[in-house]
């Protein structure tokens, strides 16, 4: 197995666990239902890649589901990137509350989530956050 081929396997896990951890309610406050309209994924799914990952079980790789948590990454990285230093909040307040611009129709960048498909909803939060 190659590098590459050994970081591709520990992604997923990781990712996951990143990935539950933004869903408390000290962060995006997302649930299951939620990440499941965000994922295009069944909830049941969600919950054991979830207890695998936490429990670091060996997790089958799936590539769409991996680029799907990357751009939630990204989503995450462009909005600590705009936020303010000294408001660590703030990045956590513009995913949850509504957005004026035309793209989310005054939903908030979490609602935009749960109700359109991913991941072409996912691609165009990035892109029109990586423009500021």
């Not at 995913?95 to 035309?102: L, M, R, V």
């Amino acid at each position: 197995m190659s590098s590459n081929d050994s970081d591709k396997k520990a992604y997923l896990p990781a990712a996951l666990r990143w990935l539950e951890s933004m869903c408390s309610d000290d962060h995006w406050r997302l649930t299951l239902d939620d990440l499941s309209a965000i994922l295009g994924e069944d909830p049941l799914h969600i919950e054991i890649l979830f207890n695998k990952a936490c429990s670091y079980t060996e997790t089958q790789q799936d590539e769409d589901l991996t680029d799907r948590i990357a751009l939630l990454v990204q989503i995450h990285k462009h909005l600590s990137r705009i936020a303010p230093i000294t408001n660590s909040t703030q990045s956590i307040d513009w995913f949850n509350q509504p957005n004026s611009d035309p793209l989310f129709g005054g939903r908030s960048i979490k609602a935009y989530l749960c109700e359109h498909s991913p991941p072409d909803s996912l691609r165009k939060v990035v892109g029109y956050l990586a423009s500021y």
